[in-house]
């Protein structure tokens, strides 16, 4: 039986492929009263809905993130939707490969690793490069930052997000200092840049879907960035203070204003453009990924996006 991704999935198409439980929930019909467990699954390639009407209650008892699937694909309610025959926990020998369950940065994570080494090589006050050999040598840190999403939903909400994410607000922010002129310290720009985000490592959690993890869900990376950042410049010796302070500023700041999560606004000229380039990356990113999502032949709209309160212009042909 040959394997599909989700999105592939088609009505009558008969499945037996691994993919990861979302959610669950026992659910009765309407009509009868029958009881039957409704489950989410996913993939790399989205969700879909299922329902399983066989020994109800042991399998929401033992059914765990990782199971083994073999439905058909039936409409539902004009939704695509899976009528569950057999299902199983994944074993070990299995081998999961995660990348199968969650979707992966289309560019290349080493290339673009190098590239933001490139770009925090030009840094030259003596403290800030220290700061980032810190990081840059903590070989834990970097594999997480190297694989960790940089959302759940909105944007680069996928493994390599976060890596991303940074390279593209460094890029952006390494312009603008050149544009703006000296009055930008760019060395303090480009280090934050580097960093504002780091807090995203520990705030989610991606072991076969994206979701918030406790601490993230607590503290928020925002603070938890500013924590980490600040316990690496205590190792550093005499780090100037003011220094620190408009560095630990910028990343409080960088989302902007207090409703969106900042406990301080920006109040440097280097905080301004980190929370503005930030801004467009992550738009730009959301933008991007509906339009690729929802474009078809004959459609110029998306639907309404609620977060952002409106539609979104995908173009004519």
Known sequence: MVQKLLSDL?????????????????KHRKSSNEMYLSLEFGDRSGRIRGSLWKNV?????C??????????????????????????KAKKEDKIDPAQFL???????????????????????????????LF????????????APAGKLWHHAY???????????????????????????????????????IGKIEEFSARGFIEYSTP??????????????????????????NLGDQLIHCILSHHGQKERGSPVIPMTLEALIL???????????????????????????SNYVNLIDRFIYLGEE
């Open 57 to 61: 209650e042991e399998m929401n008892k």
């Open 103 to 133: 979707p992966v940065a289309k560019q290349d994570v080493e290339q673009m690793f190098t590239s933001l080494k490139k770009q925090l090589s030009q840094v030259e006050d003596p403290y800030l490069r220290s700061l980032i050999k």
């Open 216 to 241: 993230g869900r607590l503290v928020g990376h925002i603070s938890i960035a500013a924590n980490v950042v600040s316990e690496k410049i205590s190792q550093i010796k005499d780090f100037p203070k």
């Open 159 to 197: 493994l390599g997000g976060l890596l991303e994410h940074t390279l593209s607000v460094t890029t952006i922010t390494t312009f603008l200092s050149a544009h703006y002129g000296d009055t930008v310290n760019k060395d303090l720009l480009v280090t934050v840049s580097f960093l504002h985000d």
């Open 275 to 301: 929370s503005c380039a930030d801004e467009l990356d992550s738009s730009v990113a959301a933008f991007q990924r509906i339009i690729s999502r929802e474009k078809e032949p004959g459609r110029a709209w």
């Open 136 to 147: 840059m040598e903590d070989k834990a840190f970097v594999e997480e930052f190297c694989k």
């Open 10 to 26: 088609t009505p009558g198409d008969s499945v037996l492929s691994f993919s990861i439980i979302r959610k669950k929930e026992i």
């Open 63 to 88: 059914l765990l993130p990782g199971d083994v699937v073999k439905g058909k694909v039936i409409n539902f309610l004009d939704q695509r939707h899976i009528s569950i025959e057999k299902i199983r």
